[in-house]
């Protein structure tokens, strides 16, 4: 069974379509990244995967959950890290896990354990009882991160997850990112960086203006790419 199935999905928002009857499989383990320019629909897609939004037409099956039919079952099995954050500034790295941990249900029993564990493996031990307004955007976007794995989703999602990043800090998360998936993690990441998307993903959908025009390894689809406007290298 594949952890995404998509068949035909399309949303239209009122006389604008923004995505066009895409169809596409993700196999559970895989790194599978949504490349295109702004706009072609990435974020929009990702909404409709986790039941932010109601496709107008088509079907999904998140981690074999339909996403209209079965939206808290899906919700129990991803992980969803936004482009902006999502987390409150006032309280501190260690609160904010604290307070996501209980939304997850994690058991009491654990909680502080899996926390403790998450704080290593993203290095923020040390930035724990900081506020996380106070955090740079890279440590928040670890964070961030950290968050969306605290109950140990199937699948995480990523919108943009290097967007607003210096080079240090996105290049630290591709690698926090790479040894997740090593884990046997399914990550589904937007982003229009051709060379991020090259250097994470095992395939890369390519989708300009809501439709996808092709799904191939990176190798293979980083010649075909040239005349794609507004994508970044």
């Known amino acids: ?10 949303k239209n928002w009122g006389k604008t379509r923004a995505v066009d009857g895409i169809s596409f499989n993700v196999e559970k383990g895989e790194v599978f990244g949504f490349l295109g ?32 039919k079965e939206p808290t079952l899906v919700k129990k099995s991803i992980g969803v890290v936004p482009e902006s954050s999502n987390l409150y500034d006032e309280l501190s790295l260690f609160e904010n896990l604290r307070f996501v941990s209980k939304l997850y249900h994690v058991p009491s029993v654990s909680r502080e354990k899996r926390i403790k564990e998450l704080l290593e493996l993203f290095q923020l031990t040390d930035y724990q009882n900081r506020p996380f307004g106070k955090l740079s955007k890279g440590l928040k976007r670890r964070t961030v991160l950290s968050a969306a794995l605290l109950h140990e989703p199937e699948i995480v999602f ?3 997850p290097t967007s607003g990043l210096d080079v240090m800090s996105a290049r ?4 926090v990112l790479s040894e997740l998936s ?11 960086y ?17 439709k996808i025009i092709e799904v191939e390894a990176p190798e293979v689809l980083r010649g075909r790419i040239q005349d794609v406007p507004l994508l970044k290298i």
């Open 1 to 10: 069974m594949n952890a995404i199935h998509v068949d035909e999905l399309t």
């Open 37 to 68: 320019p702004n706009g072609a629909g990435k974020t929009t897609t990702i909404k409709m995967l986790v039941g932010l939004t109601k496709p107008s037409s088509g079907s999904a099956t998140v981690a074999g959950y339909d996403v209209v």
């Open 158 to 160: 990523l919108d943009e």
């Open 172 to 175: 630290n998360l591709r690698q």
């Open 182 to 192: 090593e884990s046997g993690v399914t990550i589904f990441l937007t982003t229009h």
């Open 194 to 210: 051709i060379e991020e998307a090259g250097e994470l993903c095992d395939r890369i959908a390519l989708i300009v203006k809501g």
